[in-house]
């Protein structure tokens, strides 16, 4: 089992050594080209070079600790029309620097996904909204592309929530518009509100299905199994590819440090429910979680690595 963390990585002191940058779109775009794209260009620099003393980080610490989520800002502003532009200039300079990513990540055994926001829907019942969905899928498979993935089934995972008016057919007829390459690295997940497990289970046939178990409670109020029949339809949409799970829990305070909350029992509505905790202060759930024994975790908690890094350490205590 990997357990990963999202996006920003701490030091020991919670700052974060290697932080990425980004720019306004406003700022952007009231620039002149020629110094947009020298921003562009200094700015894709820094992160990927963050990125790649971040996968050094985690090139030295045990193979259950070298899993990261990349922040999707990687290339700032990119499906801005005329970023996009200007990014097909300075690409080839970004290329070694991308290789360098890619070569790092597959020679240590680095497990890395992209998580596109809660904006990119593609089973809206807005035609803009999909195609602007669309978009962003294809932005983060170039930066994985890049990196030397999307070659075959989930070498690299880009995760999404199915929600949208249209539904499973909405969610097919995007699918079936994306590039080979992304297609091979999409997975969608279960989120709380709109979209249940048996609902992005209907997906199963087309890319794998990541299980969010923070997300099924707060939606259900319950707190699955790995013993689920649920469980073996997941394994089975990964198609032999370890799958991935995403954990979290609520925030302190509002869940007691042990036992198995009830939402009936808690003095907390669900919008404060789903917002996650920085740490992972109650075992009981650990277990839970840790028992899903034939999955990755993804660890979606504020303290990122530092929080990922408990939960191992308990974990070899078991």
Same mark, same amino acid.
């Given at each position: 089992?990997?357990?990963?963390?999202?996006?920003?990585?701490?030091?020991?002191?919670?700052?974060?050594?290697?932080?990425?940058?980004?720019?306004?779109?406003?700022?952007? /775009?009231?620039?002149?080209?020629?110094a947009?794209?020298?921003?562009?260009?200094?700015?894709?620099?820094?992160?990927?070079?963050?990125?790649?003393?971040?996968?050094?980080?985690?090139?030295?610490?045990?193979?259950?600790?070298?899993?990261?989520?990349?922040?999707?800002?990687l290339?700032?502003?990119?499906?801005?029309?005329?970023?996009?532009?200007?990014?097909?200039?300075?690409?080839?300079?970004?290329?070694?620097?991308f290789?360098?990513?890619?070569?790092?990540?597959?020679a240590?055994?680095?497990?890395?996904?992209?998580?596109?926001?809660?904006?990119?829907?593609?089973?809206?019942?807005?035609?803009?909204?999909?195609?602007?969905?669309l978009?962003?899928?294809?932005y983060?498979?170039?930066?994985?592309?890049?990196?030397?993935?999307?070659?075959?089934f989930?070498?690299?995972?880009?995760?999404?929530?199915?929600?949208?008016?249209?539904?499973?057919?909405?969610?097919?007829?995007?699918?079936?518009?994306l590039?080979?390459?992304?297609?091979?690295m999409?997975?969608?997940e279960?989120?709380?509100?709109?979209?249940?497990?048996?609902?992005?289970?209907?997906?199963?046939? /087309?890319?794998?299905?990541?299980?969010?178990?923070?997300?099924?409670?707060?939606?259900?109020n319950?707190?699955?199994?790995?013993?689920?029949?649920?469980?073996a339809?997941?394994?089975?949409?990964?198609?032999?590819?370890?799958?991935?799970?995403?954990?979290?829990?609520?925030?302190?305070?509002?869940?007691?440090?042990?036992?198995?909350?009830?939402?009936?029992?808690?003095?907390?509505?669900?919008?404060?429910?789903?917002?996650?905790?920085?740490?992972?202060?109650?075992?009981?759930?650990?277990?839970?979680?840790?028992?899903?024994?034939?999955?990755?975790?993804?660890?979606?908690?504020?303290?990122?690595?530092?929080?990922?890094?408990?939960?191992?350490?308990?974990?070899?205590?078991?």
């Amino acid at each position: 089992m990997k357990l990963g963390f999202a996006c920003k990585y701490f030091d020991s002191e919670a700052k974060q050594p290697f932080p990425f940058k980004t720019t306004t779109r406003t700022r952007f /775009l009231a620039m002149e080209r020629n110094a947009a794209a020298t921003l562009l260009l200094a700015l894709a620099q820094n992160n990927l070079q963050n990125l790649s003393l971040t996968l050094e980080q985690l090139a030295q610490q045990p193979d259950a600790l070298r899993m990261m989520r990349i922040g999707s800002d990687l290339l700032p502003l990119y499906t801005v029309p005329l970023a996009t532009e200007l990014y097909g200039d300075i690409l080839p300079e970004l290329q070694p620097l991308f290789s360098r990513c890619g070569e790092l990540a597959r020679a240590h055994n680095i497990r890395l996904s992209f998580h596109p926001g809660q904006y990119t829907v593609l089973a809206s019942d807005n035609d803009d909204v999909v195609d602007r969905a669309l978009e962003d899928v294809e932005y983060h498979t170039l930066c994985a592309v890049l990196m030397g993935y999307g070659r075959q089934f989930q070498d690299f995972k880009i995760n999404i929530h199915m929600n949208g008016k249209r539904g499973i057919e909405g969610f097919r007829a995007a699918f079936m518009r994306l590039s080979p390459e992304a297609r091979n690295m999409l997975t969608v997940e279960n989120d709380e509100i709109s979209c249940s497990l048996d609902d992005v289970l209907q997906a199963r046939a /087309l890319c794998p299905v990541v299980l969010d178990i923070h997300h099924h409670w707060v939606k259900e109020n319950q707190f699955i199994q790995a013993s689920d029949e649920r469980v073996a339809l997941i394994l089975e949409s990964w198609r032999g590819v370890r799958p991935v799970l995403h954990y979290s829990i609520a925030q302190e305070g509002l869940i007691p440090e042990s036992g198995f909350p009830d939402q009936e029992q808690l003095a907390a509505s669900k919008p404060k429910l789903r917002a996650h905790s920085d740490y992972y202060f109650n075992q009981t759930l650990n277990d839970w979680a840790l028992s899903f024994d034939r999955f990755d975790i993804m660890c979606e908690v504020k303290m990122k690595n530092l929080a990922r890094d408990r939960l191992y350490d308990y974990a070899q205590t078991r």
